[in-house]
């Protein structure tokens, strides 16, 4: 029997739990009900349990054989705060927070992978499942690492799994480097002097120094990084003025840049403080800059990316797992497991959804059918990585 068969009576059960996550969402550190219902399953399941990692994560492990190595499955388990506008049954019941990215999914499989994993311990070794709170924005992965994670569970190995909607239902795109790109925001503040709108010479205008600033920054991408590398710096939001015949004493802009390489990522800072800087002589007026580095890229390792290739190919079907896929500008927090251990983050196809909406969209919901298939690959990888001494021989 394939692993993908014997996971398969478990739908039904997966779909309920998959369901009542997304009518009860909750916001990064707050997923206290949900974490509730992950040690609760597990534990009636016999998994050694342990609550509170980095706020309110859950791990739970998983033994089988006598092997000493040991990996990690992570699944997220935090919604947005983004008000849904499904009106199916199973919609979110809490105003304003809704499982917009597919995490109530992505805790399911892991959960099934969990039952499959606890009743067959085909395998030789130790998995540690890593139920992560805070994904969005909150970093709650650094928040387990700094809680011991490594240390109090310790891992050669790590991996991640996030569905993507615009794939074929349960198809897989594995990355070997680069799959997720990195995160950081910049803030710019023009402080001038104020005057009528009709006597400018009169004034240091903030609002002439922005909009030069937007076009100058424009260059950093198209000039300055190598055109083989990725990147991105835009300009997000722009505040100045209230009124038609005032020429305001302030202007206030932010944005993102997001890269897949460390050294464009500190160019990129540099770049920006310079052209602001710059900007703010040219026009006479005050600078104020900040710039606040947030999620990592996400960089799988070859080794690994290759390991979870094989495992999706063994439960999908060797057509059905691509690994030339371009990555994503999108960021992941996966990308700090990545800093201290070897693993690769993969996605699962999750159809082309209601309506073709994409991740964070209020019309957002996770595909049912595909939670036998995630879960089935946790049990292939776990297989693949930690097969038993004799499968190892062939």
């Known amino acids: 029997m394939s692993v993908l068969e014997a996971v ?15 009518a009860h969402p909750e916001l990064a550190f707050k997923e206290h009900r949900t974490a509730e219902l992950v040690a609760r399953h597990l534990q009636q399941l016999g998994i050694e349990t342990h609550c509170g ?26 919604a947005l705060a983004i008000t849904e506008r499904n009106t199916f049954a199973h919609a979110s019941t809490v105003h304003g927070c809704m499982h917009a990215c597919g995490h109530d999914g992505h805790t399911t499989m892991l959960l099934g992978a969990a039952e499959a994993l606890a009743a067959r311990r085909d395998f030789d070794g130790t998995v540690y499942l890593i139920f992560q709170p805070a994904e969005e924005g909150e970093g709650g992965a650094a928040a387990m690492i700094a ?43 023009f402080t001038g002097v104020g005057a009528h709108a009709a006597m400018p010479h009169l004034g240091a205008d903030p609002l002439l120094a922005g909009a030069a600033f937007v076009q100058a920054v424009q260059s950093l991408v198209s000039r300055r990084v190598d055109p ?8 997000t939001r722009f505040h100045a003025g209230e009124a038609y015949n005032a020429i305001p004493d302030r202007a206030e802009l932010c944005g993102t840049v997001r890269t897949f390489s460390a050294e464009v990522r500190d160019m990129l800072e540099q ?124």
Request: charged share 20%; hydrophobic share 40%; proline share 6%.
């Open 53 to 78: 990692i980095g706020g309110t994560g859950v791990i739970g492990v998983v033994r089988g054989g006598r092997g000493l190595r040991a990996i990690g499955l992570r699944a997220d388990m935090d």
């Open 8 to 22: 398969r009576p478990l739908h039904g059960k997966l779909a309920a739990i998959r369901r009542d996550l997304h």
């Open 147 to 189: 809680d011991g994670l490594f240390e109090r569970f310790p891992m050669e190995a790590v991996f991640g799994m996030h569905n993507w909607p615009g794939m074929e239902a349960g198809s897989f795109a594995v990355h070997s480097g680069p799959v997720m790109a990195s995160a950081d925001r910049f803030d710019v503040c």
């Open 271 to 394: 770049g920006l403080r310079q052209v602001a800087e710059g900007v703010a002589a040219s026009h006479g007026v005050q600078l104020d800059f900040g710039y606040r580095r947030g999620y990592p890229p996400t960089l799988n390792t070859a080794p690994e990316a290759a390991s979870c290739a094989e495992a999706a190919r063994a439960v999908a079907g060797a057509g059905r797992v691509a690994v030339d896929g371009r990555p994503s500008m999108g960021a992941e927090d996966f990308a700090y497991y990545l800093e201290h251990k070897p693993g690769a983050y993969v996605w699962i196809g999750n159809g082309p959804g209601a309506g073709g909406c994409t991740l964070h969209n209020p019309n957002y919901d996770f595909n049912d059918e595909i939670l036998s298939v995630g879960a089935a690959y946790w049990c292939e990888l776990v297989r693949t990585l930690l097969a038993p001494a004799e499968r190892g021989r062939g």
């Open 228 to 235: 083989i590398d990725a990147a991105v710096v835009s300009v």
